[in-house]
């Protein structure tokens, strides 16, 4: 499977963005996907996840309500709609592609990764 995400960018506090990954290789369905980041000088942390029919999601307790993932399997692609962004969202943040079509939490559940994209959220 190859990623490839886009998306991220510079945004005031509160503003909004909209990060897509789009997806190739094995049937789209038949694998979950999830959104990743890392912030300078921290580990990589889960953001969310989808399963590969999009019927169960995941989030982190930090983005509960203010980003939303979602998945089109027509177009092979995987979106992140982030609001009400705050500076500590500030991060790289990466897609991934998961071993089986459930959602997961845990990095290691994942085998291919996206290039990242820069997030930057200003105060």
């Known amino acids: 499977v190859q990623l490839q995400a886009s998306g991220g960018g510079l945004v005031q506090a509160g503003g909004s963005l909209r990060l897509s990954c789009a997806a190739s290789?094995?049937?789209?369905?038949?694998?979950?996907m999830g959104w990743f980041r890392q912030a300078p000088g921290k580990e990589r942390e889960f953001v969310a996840a989808i399963t590969g029919s999009g019927g169960s999601i995941y989030y982190a307790d930090s983005v509960e309500g203010r980003f939303t993932i979602s998945r089109d399997n027509a177009k092979n692609t995987v979106h992140l709609q982030m609001n009400n962004l705050e500076p500590e969202d500030t991060a790289v943040y990466y897609c991934a592609s998961a071993r089986s079509r459930w959602a997961s939490r845990t990095s290691r559940d994942y085998d291919n990764w996206g290039q990242g994209t820069q997030v930057t959220v200003s105060s």
């Open positions: 290789g094995r049937p789209f369905s038949s694998y979950g």
